[in-house]
C-alpha cells in the first residue's frame, strides 16, 4: 500500500540521473538524500508529528505551504547555493536532484508519521505525483530565471510563474484536508499535473520559446488531436 508513495520520487531522481550527462549532480543528490535523512531524525527526536487538525482552508493551507514547501525548499536550496562554489549552470542544474532527494526521504517521511488513522489515497498516491510536479515545474522556472537576458518584465513573469508552482499544491492540498467535494482537488490536482508534465516534455526537447511561459501549455499540434478526437466522438 506504501510503495508507490515511497519509490515514485525516488525512481524519478534515478531516471534524472541516468538521463543527465553531467555526473556531477549525484553527490548533490546524495548531500540531499543526506541532509534530509538527519532533518527528518531531528525532527523525529525533537518534535511531534501529529498534527491536530483544525477548519478553515486558508489556516491549513499556510500551515502546508510553509511546512511541507516553502520551508524545506528555501532552506535546502539557498544552504547549497551559499556552500557551493559552482558557477550558475550547475547551481540551475542542482536544483531538481537536490530536492527531488530530499524529497524523496522527507514526503514519505512526513505521510507516514503525521496521522493516526488510515491513510487516504491522495497522501499515498496523489501526493507523490504532486510534489514531484512542483519541483520539475519550478525547476523549469528556475532555469529561465537564471538565464542571461532574464529581465525586467520578463524576469517578473517568471518570478510569478515560480511563485504559482510552489503556492499551489499546497492550496491543492489545503482543499483535500478541509473536506471539500472531492471533485474540487481532484480538478486541481489534474490540471497541475498536465501543465507540469506539458512543461517537462517540451523543455527535455527543447520545444519552447525562452522568453514565454508557453512551455507548461501543450503544443497546438496535441490540441487540434484533442479536437479531432471530440469531432469523432
Do not use: H
Not at 100 to 108: E, H, K, Q, T
Not at 144 to 156: A, E, S, V
Not at 190 to 216: H, K, N, T
Amino acid at each position: 500500500m506504501y510503495l508507490f508513495l515511497i519509490v515514485f520520487m525516488p525512481l524519478s531522481l534515478v531516471w534524472y540521473l541516468i538521463r543527465e550527462k553531467d555526473k556531477a549532480v549525484i553527490p548533490v543528490a546524495i548531500a540531499g538524500a543526506l541532509s534530509s535523512i538527519v532533518f527528518c531524525a531531528f525532527k523525529a527526536f525533537f518534535s511531534f508529528s501529529y498534527r491536530t487538525p483544525r477548519a478553515g482552508f486558508f489556516v491549513n493551507y499556510a500551515y502546508i505551504l510553509l511546512a511541507y514547501t516553502l520551508i524545506p525548499v528555501a532552506a535546502v536550496y539557498l544552504v547549497f547555493l551559499v556552500l557551493s562554489k559552482d558557477d550558475d549552470t550547475f547551481l540551475v542544474k542542482s536544483y531538481f536532484p537536490l530536492l527531488c532527494a530530499f524529497f524523496s526521504v522527507y514526503l514519505p517521511y512526513t505521510v507516514l508519521s503525521g496521522s493516526r488513522s488510515a491513510y487516504s489515497a491522495f497522501e499515498l498516491f496523489c501526493k507523490p505525483l504532486l510534489y514531484t510536479a512542483m519541483l520539475v515545474s519550478s525547476a523549469i522556472c528556475v532555469f529561465f530565471l537564471y538565464r542571461r537576458g532574464t529581465t525586467g518584465k520578463r524576469l517578473f513573469i517568471w518570478i510569478l510563474a515560480l511563485a504559482l508552482s510552489l503556492f499551489v499544491p499546497a492550496a491543492i492540498e489545503a482543499a483535500w484536508f478541509i473536506g471539500l467535494a472531492f471533485f474540487v482537488p481532484l480538478a486541481l490536482f489534474g490540471a497541475y499535473v498536465f501543465f507540469s508534465a506539458c512543461g517537462a516534455v517540451r523543455f527535455l526537447r527543447g520545444d519552447f520559446q525562452e522568453e514565454s511561459i508557453s512551455i507548461f501549455l501543450p503544443k497546438k499540434s496535441f490540441l487540434k488531436i484533442i479536437q479531432r478526437v471530440n469531432l469523432q466522438i
